[in-house]
């Protein structure tokens, strides 16, 4: 495993951390033998930064129990995250704050963010509430270790948010994809020159640059190295860059554990060349002619209040671009209820109440978005077929 300095304490951190919010279910719940699994090997490859939330559903107190129950708080980082949008007032800090302790049965947090921040007017708030103060108390107490904000906003206010106040680290969505999207490269620069830790989140885009790249871009980078899979090409692309402390990876199989510290063993700054950076360009070109919303499953929009599965949609119809529309519309059958007997939920069911926008940290105009997938997947002669095909595929057990 390699390592790379947090600056502000001096912490060396796993390059490769573990994201914890897509811990493997079963049934709806986190299947906690199984997440334990996998806690446990990857500590045992290295591992040392967990990243959970407050808002992730079961996470912190799977997260807290494996850890506690295997001895391994001492041997590692947690990182988790207030939900601001919650607080009214001052106390309510505290309220949370004790909330995510006794879930993850530890008297310190490591890292401690300002979750899914998006603009300065955001964090001009909670200093009105004296989020500030409370900080410098948790901080003097030894209860927080670090302190940062993990983003969704534009590029111009996170240089704002950086500015704003003296922080440790920050977290931003980026990939080779998203460049130039939210704090982008601009924003990465500008944070490491600041003296932040800067943590990356979706290095995967929600998994489609592992196992949803169009056909044509996975052959072309067969072409140049057979032995690295798509993957392993976005998460290296991430560690080339020596401003990049960390990516976190939200592992839920053993597979992936080991193919990715596999990888973190061998990531160096600095590791790509102009030639691997015109195969990524050209990748990115493919990419961008398939993909039509950047969409990444992180389910902020859900529950749809009609029952639509906006994520799903939105995939089924990003994959007749990338895969061909046959293979698109099976998968939209499936996701929108086609298969057995339950109601189907269609793009086209949205009443525009603007619920899911309002949660996006994409800022997809999901409403838009929507009928789009309508036109496109609904037209009068083709929701007659949807039936038919989901009949047919209820029938062959698909």
């Not at 699994?37 to 290295?46: F, H, S, V, Y």
């Not at 996006?360 to 409403?367: F, G, K, M, S, T």
Request: hydrophobic share 35%; with cysteine; glycine share 8%.
């Amino acid at each position: 495993m390699q390592y790379r300095e947090d600056k502000k304490s001096g912490n060396q951190l796993s390059v490769l951390g573990f994201g914890c919010m897509r811990f493997p279910r079963n049934l709806g719940q986190i299947d906690v033998k199984k997440t334990e699994q996998l806690i446990n090997k990857a500590i045992e490859r290295g591992v040392n930064y967990f990243d959970t939330a407050y808002l992730y559903p079961g996470s912190e107190e799977t997260l807290g129990t494996v850890l506690k129950k295997n001895g391994m708080r001492p041997k590692v980082y947690i990182a988790t995250k207030l939900p601001f949008s919650q607080c009214k007032r001052y106390e309510d800090f505290d309220k949370f704050f004790e909330i995510q302790k006794k879930r993850l049965q530890t008297d310190y947090i490591d890292y401690y963010f300002i979750h899914a921040i998006s603009d300065c007017k955001q964090w001009e708030r909670l200093c009105e509430l004296g989020v500030e103060q409370w900080i410098a108390k948790k901080k003097a107490a030894g209860e927080i270790r670090q302190v940062g904000f993990s983003f969704h906003g534009l590029t111009n206010e996170f240089i704002k948010l950086v500015d704003a106040y003296d922080w440790d680290f920050c977290q931003i969505q980026y990939n080779y994809i998203n460049v130039n999207y939210q704090a982008g490269e601009t924003g990465l620069k500008k944070a490491a020159e600041k003296g932040l830790s800067v943590f990356v989140m979706e290095p995967l885009l929600g998994g489609k640059l592992a196992n949803g790249l169009p056909p044509k871009a996975v052959a072309l980078l067969k072409k140049v190295d057979e032995k690295n899979s798509p993957a392993a090409w976005a998460l290296n692309w991430l560690w080339n860059q020596p401003e990049v402390t960390l990516l976190l990876s939200g592992m839920n199989g053993m597979e992936q554990v080991r193919e990715n510290t596999a990888l973190a063993h061998r990531a160096r700054a600095g590791m790509f060349g102009t030639g691997e950076n015109k195969v990524i360009d050209k990748v990115i070109e493919i990419f961008n002619e398939s993909y039509k919303v950047p969409c990444t499953g992180c389910n902020y929009c859900m529950p749809c209040p009609k029952g639509i599965n906006i994520p799903a949609c939105f995939a089924a119809y990003n994959a007749t671009f990338a895969f061909g529309k046959f293979a698109g519309l099976q998968q939209y059958v499936l996701s929108t209820g086609g298969v057995g007997k339950g109601e189907t939920h269609y793009a086209g069911d949205c009443v525009k109440c603007g619920k899911c926008e309002r949660h996006c940290p994409q800022h997809i105009q999901i409403r838009k978005e929507l009928q789009k997938v309508s036109r496109r997947m609904e037209s009068f002669w083709l929701k007659p077929g949807l039936r038919i095909m989901g009949k047919v595929m209820d029938f062959i057990n698909i």
